[in-house]
C-alpha cells in the first residue's frame, strides 16, 4: 500500500478528512430527489435506503446482496453504466442489469430527468455547469460515431457532480488555509486526492483541529443536503485513511 510511504515526523499525526458519498449526496441535490435527500438528513444507510425502493421491501428487510446491488448502482447510475457493465460488477445477467437500471430510473424519475437535461443542455450550448456556474465543456456530444457519442453523453451527467465537488473541495481548502494561517497553528494541509484532505498535525493540536476541520469542510457549501465528513488518524497515510 503507497500510503505506506507517507509518514509524520516526530511529534506529529496524519489526519485524514474525506467527504463521505458526496456525488450521491449531490445528485440527490441537484436532481432533487425528495427520498434520497431525505434519507441523507436524517442519517439512513443510503445503499440500504436504495435497496428499499428499488426492490419494494421494508428498509429492515433489505438483504445483504440487495444492499451490496443498490450500491453498484448507486455509484454506477452517475457515471452512465450501462446494463452490460452493471452485470460485470454485480454478477448478473445483461438483461437483469438493464432492469435493475430501469427499476432504479423508475423509481427516482427526478433522477432521469436530470440526466436528460444535462444531456440536452451540452447538446445545445457544448457545455454543463457545475452547481457554482462553472462550465465544463462536452466535446463530442455532436459526434455521428455512436461510441464518441456516448462517451460525451455520460460525461455530460457526470461532470456537474464531479465538478461541484471539485469545486467544494476548493472552497474548503480556501476556508482552512485561512484559518490556519490566521490562528498561528503548526498544522500542515499536506495532500488533496479526489474527496480527501491529508494534514500533518503537532499531537499537541490534534484535539482543536479536527472538529476545526471537519467544521469547515461540511460548511463549504450551503446545500440542503448534508455534507458528512469522516476523519481518521495515523502515523502513515494508510493507518489514517
Given at each position: 500500500n503507497i500510503r505506506r510511504a507517507f509518514i509524520a515526523e516526530n511529534g506529529f499525526t496524519l489526519l485524514s478528512a474525506d467527504y463521505s458519498q458526496i456525488e450521491l449526496r449531490l445528485a440527490a441535490?441537484?436532481?432533487?430527489?425528495?427520498?434520497?435527500?431525505?434519507?441523507?438528513?436524517?442519517?439512513?444507510?443510503?445503499?440500504?435506503?436504495?435497496?428499499?425502493?428499488?426492490?419494494?421491501?421494508?428498509?429492515?428487510?433489505?438483504?445483504?446482496?440487495?444492499?451490496?446491488?443498490?450500491?453498484?448502482?448507486?455509484?454506477?447510475?452517475i457515471y452512465g453504466i450501462s446494463?452490460?457493465?452493471?452485470?460485470?460488477?454485480?454478477?448478473?445477467?445483461?438483461?437483469?442489469?438493464?432492469?435493475?437500471?430501469?427499476?432504479?430510473?423508475?423509481?427516482?424519475?427526478?433522477?432521469?430527468?436530470?440526466?436528460?437535461?444535462?444531456?440536452?443542455?451540452?447538446?445545445?450550448?457544448?457545455?454543463?455547469?457545475?452547481?457554482?456556474?462553472?462550465?465544463?465543456?462536452?466535446r463530442g456530444i455532436n459526434e455521428k460515431n455512436a461510441a464518441m457519442r456516448g462517451f460525451a453523453e455520460r460525461q455530460a451527467i457526470n461532470a456537474p457532480l464531479q465538478g461541484t465537488a471539485a469545486d467544494i473541495m476548493k472552497r474548503a481548502m480556501t476556508k482552512i488555509s485561512g484559518v490556519l494561517a490566521e490562528g498561528k497553528h503548526r498544522t500542515?494541509?499536506?495532500?488533496?486526492?479526489?474527496?480527501?484532505l491529508l494534514f500533518e498535525v503537532p499531537t499537541a493540536e490534534k484535539d482543536s483541529i479536527t472538529p476545526l476541520v471537519k467544521s469547515l469542510m461540511e460548511g463549504a457549501a450551503n446545500l440542503s443536503v448534508p455534507l458528512v465528513v469522516e476523519t481518521g488518524f495515523g502515523k502513515n497515510w494508510a493507518e489514517a485513511h
Amino acid at each position: 500500500n503507497i500510503r505506506r510511504a507517507f509518514i509524520a515526523e516526530n511529534g506529529f499525526t496524519l489526519l485524514s478528512a474525506d467527504y463521505s458519498q458526496i456525488e450521491l449526496r449531490l445528485a440527490a441535490e441537484m436532481a432533487s430527489i425528495p427520498a434520497l435527500k431525505e434519507a441523507f438528513k436524517q442519517g439512513i444507510d443510503i445503499h440500504a435506503k436504495t435497496a428499499a425502493e428499488v426492490f419494494g421491501v421494508p428498509l429492515a428487510h433489505v438483504t445483504p446482496e440487495q444492499r451490496r446491488q443498490a450500491k453498484a448502482i448507486n455509484f454506477g447510475i452517475i457515471y452512465g453504466i450501462s446494463g452490460f457493465g452493471l452485470a460485470r460488477q454485480i454478477g448478473c445477467t445483461p438483461a437483469e442489469g438493464n432492469a435493475f437500471i430501469r427499476g432504479y430510473l423508475d423509481r427516482f424519475p427526478e433522477l432521469r430527468d436530470f440526466m436528460e437535461a444535462r444531456r440536452t443542455e451540452a447538446r445545445e450550448r457544448g457545455y454543463v455547469s457545475t452547481l457554482f456556474g462553472r462550465r465544463c465543456a462536452i466535446r463530442g456530444i455532436n459526434e455521428k460515431n455512436a461510441a464518441m457519442r456516448g462517451f460525451a453523453e455520460r460525461q455530460a451527467i457526470n461532470a456537474p457532480l464531479q465538478g461541484t465537488a471539485a469545486d467544494i473541495m476548493k472552497r474548503a481548502m480556501t476556508k482552512i488555509s485561512g484559518v490556519l494561517a490566521e490562528g498561528k497553528h503548526r498544522t500542515r494541509m499536506i495532500l488533496q486526492v479526489h474527496d480527501e484532505l491529508l494534514f500533518e498535525v503537532p499531537t499537541a493540536e490534534k484535539d482543536s483541529i479536527t472538529p476545526l476541520v471537519k467544521s469547515l469542510m461540511e460548511g463549504a457549501a450551503n446545500l440542503s443536503v448534508p455534507l458528512v465528513v469522516e476523519t481518521g488518524f495515523g502515523k502513515n497515510w494508510a493507518e489514517a485513511h
